[in-house]
């Protein structure tokens, strides 16, 4: 693959794996806004690390399969 000047070879910047037995996926929604973050909850902190922004039907889909997430998803508001 050229490169030009201008482009750069994008690299995957989090892993496509997370630790099914300490973390939980969750969708942190806002109330006000509607605005939605898929992140996981760590279980023994509750501290929650935002992955990506949810923007419709296809951000979800693709964070499900992204992570081989099944099930439904809690969500936190």
């Not at 995957?12 to 992140?39: H, W």
């Not at 909850?41 to 419709?56: A, F, N, P, R, Y």
């Amino acid at each position: 693959m050229k490169l030009t000047m201008f482009q750069r070879k994008k690299e995957n910047a989090r892993p496509a794996f997370y630790d099914q037995e300490r973390k939980v996926p969750v969708l942190k929604c806002s109330i006000c806004t509607g605005e939605m973050v898929a992140g996981f909850k760590d279980k023994q902190s509750g501290h929650i690390e935002d992955v990506m922004l949810i923007t419709g039907d296809r951000d979800l889909k693709k964070f499900r399969e992204e992570y081989g997430i099944e099930g439904e998803i809690e969500k936190v508001y």
